[in-house]
């Protein structure tokens, strides 16, 4: 089976910098997602990293080293609106492709 | 604009009733997941599906199972409703290849009685 560990909580002020880990475990590791969720709403996609390495959008970047099983979503400048749960995912390969998720970290942002 | 519809917001069923949460994707991708959220345990996997007819196990398919008969349809069915099932519930649709995002629908929130 596939197992994710994230830190259930982070908080942090506006304009700051924070980075939320996940480690996993699995076989057949494809790539790592990570999600945004705010209260009552669906998931949203933010960025996959399928290789080692930095992947950068905007105010968000995601990083992953495969040989750690491990990655991070950093969150920069940080603002109100990015008070949420953020979710990592692994994708497996094969013919079962799976997508599954960590418990979530939830994010507060204070003033 | 990619949707996935889900059909019912909330939902209230009775213990030991047979209980169906319909989904519908209009973007002819091929994956599609259920998932039930609760708190501080995230998204869990309960079945997925890459193909018409053809489903897979996630990690908590018991008391669940679904029924993909078109491409653009994952229904999830609840065999005999017990109270241990009141959850959201979230469908989502993928395209095959690897490096594509996960859509998801707004979720239903069960509740048994």
């Known amino acids: 089976g596939q197992s994710l560990e994230q830190p259930s909580e982070v908080t942090a002020v506006e304009g700051a910098i924070v980075q939320i880990n996940c480690t996993y475990q699995t076989s057949g590791f494809y790539g790592l997602s990570w999600y945004q969720q705010h209260d009552g709403g669906a998931p949203t996609f933010l960025s996959y990293?399928?290789?080692?390495g930095l992947e950068e959008t905007g105010r968000f970047s995601s990083f992953l080293s495969r040989s750690d099983s491990y990655g991070y979503l950093l969150l920069q400048e940080l603002q109100m609106k990015d008070s949420a749960s953020y979710f990592c995912a692994v994708k497996t390969s094969g013919s079962a492709r799976q997508l599954t998720f960590g418990s979530g970290t939830q994010l507060t942002v204070l003033p | 604009d990619v949707k996935v519809t889900q059909s019912s917001r909330y939902l209230v069923k009775r213990t030991g009733e047979k209980v169906f949460l319909e989904c519908v994707q209009d973007?002819?991708?091929?994956?599609m997941f259920w998932y039930r959220q609760d708190p501080g345990l995230g998204l869990r996997l309960i079945y997925f599906?890459?193909?018409?007819?053809?489903?897979e196990k996630g990690d908590i398919p018991e008391g669940y199972s679904v029924s993909r008969e078109k491409k653009e349809r994952f229904s999830l069915i609840l065999e005999s409703a017990s109270t241990n099932q009141t959850s959201m519930y979230l469908c989502?649709?993928?395209?095959?290849?690897?490096?594509?995002?996960?859509?998801f629908g707004q979720g239903t929130r069960l509740t048994v009685v």
């Open positions: 989502a649709s993928s395209l095959l290849q690897m490096n594509t995002e996960a859509f």
């Open positions: 599906s890459y193909d018409v007819k053809m489903k």
């Open positions: 973007m002819d991708h091929e994956n």
């Open positions: 990293n399928a290789l080692d």
